[in-house]
């Protein structure tokens, strides 16, 4: 079982749709997550991160994460087209540690139809 | 304040040819990294380099790749010889420490 795992979709949604994108984990010891998003042809890009359990909202997007269940999820509320993007989960065992610490999932591709 | 700076932006070589790509970080970030990115795979960590200093290499296939970084700023990241198994997409990224910057990657192909 891999420590990272993300459905690769492809998601196709209309515009104005919610979105759900997630990810579980098996490393317990987990507790620093993060979501980039990735334009085509392009690096990733952050998005969003929590720490340890709980949501965050920033905008039309909220994380959350689910110790618990080990599960993380990303929403995105009244999607549009611009949020076409794959979508990478990544996730480490230290709180501000360094970058080279992070495991990716697979990424989400996401379609967001006008 | 200019990005991450990566060239080629494409290559493509034959199998067992040689390869070298160029990332030039944002100004003032000490840490430096490359990742590898398989079609449909999350970036890989291949190496980190804090200043010109190596912290982590371990996933790096040192009987073909090979990283320096020279001064500390400006890096290459050399594959000699390529294998199939190479085509991906090379991603440079820097950081102050935390959560860094990643660079627009080097799509290889090898034939």
């Known amino acids: 079982q891999k420590e990272v795992e993300q459905d690769p979709g492809p998601l196709s949604v209309p515009e104005g749709a919610i979105v759900s994108l997630n990810c579980t984990y098996s490393?317990?010891?987990?507790?620093?997550f993060m979501w980039y998003r990735q334009y085509s042809r392009k690096g990733p890009e952050l998005l969003m991160y929590?720490?340890?359990?709980g949501n965050k909202e920033d905008g039309r997007f909220t994380a959350q994460v689910d110790k618990s269940s080990k599960y993380i999820s990303l929403f995105i509320r009244d999607s549009q087209p611009s949020d076409s993007a794959t979508y990478l989960c990544?996730?480490?065992?230290?709180?501000?540690?360094?970058?080279?610490?992070?495991?990716f999932g697979k990424g989400t591709k996401l379609s967001v139809k006008p | 304040e200019a990005g991450v700076a990566q060239s080629p932006r494409y290559k493509i070589i034959e199998k067992r040819q040689s390869v070298a790509f160029w990332c030039n970080p944002i100004?003032?970030?000490?840490?430096l990294y490359w990742y590898q990115q398989i079609l449909g795979q999350g970036p890989k960590l291949l190496i980190q380099?804090?200043?010109?200093?190596?912290?982590?290499d371990s996933q790096l296939p040192k009987d073909r790749f090979s990283a320096e970084r020279l001064k500390g700023v400006d890096s290459t990241l050399k594959i000699q010889p390529a294998k199939l198994e190479d085509s991906a997409v090379y991603l440079c990224?820097?950081?102050?420490?935390?959560?860094?910057?990643f660079g627009p990657g080097t799509r290889l192909t090898v034939l």
């Open positions: 990224a820097s950081s102050l420490g935390g959560n860094g910057f």
């Open positions: 490393n317990s010891a987990f507790q620093y």
């Open positions: 929590t720490y340890s359990s």
């Open positions: 990544a996730m480490s065992e230290e709180y501000g540690g360094s970058q080279g610490n992070l495991i």
């Open positions: 100004s003032g970030h000490a840490t």
């Open positions: 380099f804090q200043n010109n200093g190596v912290v982590d």
